[in-house]
């Protein structure tokens, strides 16, 4: 498989953008200057830097599992880093998604189509600000499809402004429109494994940040404050990334997350150069949380149920607006929710197929789930 068209023209119009919103961000650099530190504590380049160089062919570090950026001497602050729980539909219970079974995974020896949907973004009591958060969700291959030179990654990016209940709804804004899309939907992940980051954080609205984005959501004709990056090199994505964190200069973490690998398949996790670290990466829902709020979820999740990506108390009265119940679940808790599905990879000929181009065989799913709740965190 060569390199297309379509992968050649986002890899240009992305470095063109980045030439193009060079004049009309550096117009703003004073204002920043502005900010106190202590409001903003966090070093926004120093964590996006080498952010992708695992799997970054640019890089030393490409596919050394040893370099691979850990929580304390990576994250701006350890205590938010991303944990991520998947919702086990079939027994009505959360847990974490380091916990979910080799047999609950895809059984496909190929190439795995994934799609990703945010669905909801509920700040804690205490993180409620006059600053908007940034959420952003990146995806990339750890191994390019045959004749591209540098794997792909996909990422969506939106600018959220808690409504006065403390929430957002992604759907409202928009996150299921074609063009907010584009950075979740269809992503391919080649021999059914790939890595997955997702953060959010707070920047002030004087930020070049925020500047950067309605840049680029006019000139996209978005109408909605999410930008949704197609299929690109993880090169150019890496570049791209480090401009804007440039400008963002300082910033608070609310989730801190280095990419981490997911498993999407039975025949990935036997993979025996597979990292030790992952997450299980199977249809369904998907709620993310700071490592500062997994002991209070944790008691709680026996008595937890996730409806439309938002948390309830299952012993909740079911009369009452979903909205309403959301709200008075666990309100101390921050968290985020997504929606993710997948599935075989087709191809032309509508056949799965496997990062080779050779049809596979038609895949099964076997649904099998332990009946425990998971009550603590493992860092993964």
């Known amino acids: 498989m060569t390199l297309s068209r379509r992968n050649f023209l986002a890899d240009a ?3 063109g953008l980045m030439s193009a919103l060079l004049p009309e961000l550096a117009a703003a650099q004073s204002e920043l200057s502005q900010m106190a530190a202590e409001d903003l504590p966090h070093d926004s380049y120093g964590f996006w830097n080498g952010f992708f160089d695992s799997v970054n062919p640019s890089s030393s570090n490409y596919g050394n599992k040893a370099a691979t950026r850990g929580p304390e001497d990576q994250l701006p602050d ?3 880093q991303t944990q991520y729980l998947h919702y086990d539909n079939g027994n009505r219970r959360l847990r974490y998604a380091s916990d979910i079974r080799k047999e609950e995974l895809l059984d496909h020896d190929g190439d795995v189509s994934v799609n990703i949907a945010l669905a909801q973004f509920r700040p804690s009591n205490g993180e409620l600000s006059q600053h908007p958060a940034q959420f952003r969700v990146d995806t990339t291959q750890i191994k390019p499809i045959m004749g591209i030179v540098a794997p792909l ?3 969506a ?13 992604m759907d409202q804004l928009g996150f299921k429109s074609p063009q907010a899309m584009q950075g979740t939907n269809r992503i391919l992940l080649t021999g059914g494994t790939g890595k997955l980051a997702v953060n959010i954080s707070k920047a002030p609205t004087a930020s070049f940040f ?5 840049i680029m959501i006019q000139g996209a ?3 909605t404050p999410i930008l949704g990056l197609p299929a690109i090199s993880v090169p150019a994505l890496s570049s791209f990334t480090q401009m804007l964190s440039y400008w963002e200069d300082r910033t608070r973490f609310v989730m801190a997350g280095n990419l981490t690998t997911a498993v999407a398949t039975q025949q990935a996790m036997d993979d025996p150069d597979r990292e030790p670290s992952y997450l299980g990466l199977t249809s369904g829902d998907y709620l993310m949380v700071p490592q500062r709020h997994v002991d209070e979820l944790s008691k709680a999740l026996p008595s937890l149920d996730l409806t439309q990506g938002y948390l309830v108390a299952k012993d909740a009265d079911p009369n009452l607006p979903l909205a309403q119940r959301a709200q008075s679940a666990l309100p101390g808790i921050t968290y985020a929710s997504m929606r993710v599905s997948v599935q075989p990879a087709q191809s032309s000929a509508g056949r799965p197929t496997s990062s080779s181009g050779e049809s596979a065989s038609c895949p099964t799913i076997t649904k099998k789930s332990s009946t425990t709740t998971t009550t603590k965190s493992t860092t993964k």
């Open 153 to 155: 990654a996909w990422s």
């Open 13 to 15: 119009s992305m470095l």
């Open 78 to 80: 350890p205590a938010a």
């Open 221 to 223: 004709k978005i109408g």
């Open 210 to 214: 925020f500047k950067a984005l309605n």
């Open 157 to 169: 990016i939106a600018s959220l402004n808690p409504n006065k209940a403390g929430s957002v709804s």
